[in-house]
């Protein structure tokens, strides 16, 4: 499968992975692939990060099994540097999973269950500067969720921002100067108007809405 970057040069892929046979089958992926290079890969995370740090890549792969405290941690750190663009894969993730992810930084998200051609999907466009994730990983996602926005009330409108923005009911409450209870009838009413399934789909149809996420399709 044939990839050429917009402009004309390779971008730079490193990979961490807690699993050295599927790093040599990336590796193999890449190899020979107009407009992406392999440029190095790690097993540990510290020595991936370390491996970023040297090379700047365009694109670095984490692998989720490393956990998620450190990863959320390493894609903060990656998007404060602002060079390396993150993708996290890995096996099973939920919603809830992939909202964290995508909050933290993460610009792209895939299990490793993946398909050849939707993996070099993936890298191809968060190295030109896009978003990417896996239907799959958001299980059963409600595109009809984004339209259906426009019945939201100001208040509801509001609830739903700060659940994109990942705060918890009480600091919803707080916030918006309400009870807790109170934000939770204004999200059995998101939940109902949207059709999204639970805070996790209705953060990340928000975010999809005002163009942070793209979903593979």
Request: aromatic share 4%; with cysteine; glycine share 12%.
């Amino acid at each position: 499968m044939a990839i050429t970057m917009q402009n004309g040069t390779s971008k730079s892929v490193v990979i961490c992975d807690t699993q050295p046979l599927l790093i040599e089958g990336l590796r193999s992926l890449l190899t020979d692939l107009p407009g992406l290079r392999f440029a190095g890969a790690m097993t540990t995370l510290a020595g991936g990060m370390e491996l970023v740090r040297g090379l700047n890549p365009a694109v670095v792969i984490l692998d989720r099994a490393f956990g998620g405290p450190p990863i959320l941690e390493s894609l903060v750190r990656l998007h404060a540097g602002g060079r390396t663009a993150p993708i996290v894969w890995g096996i099973g993730m939920s919603n809830a999973d992939a909202l964290r992810m995508v909050q933290a930084g993460a610009r792209g998200v895939l299990r490793k269950t993946s398909d050849t051609h939707q993996i070099l999907d993936c890298i191809r466009a968060v190295a030109e500067g896009h978003t990417w994730m896996e239907d799959a990983v958001l299980q059963t996602p409600d595109r009809s969720a984004t339209s259906e926005r426009s019945k939201l009330t100001p208040r509801e409108h509001q609830v739903a921002e700060l659940v994109e923005k990942g705060l918890k009911n009480r600091e919803i409450a707080r916030s918006l100067g309400i009870q807790t209870g109170t934000v939770k009838i204004h999200l059995k009413h998101i939940f109902e108007k949207t059709g999204c399934r639970g805070r996790y789909g209705l953060a990340l149809s928000g975010l999809r809405e005002k163009g942070f996420l793209s979903l593979q399709m």
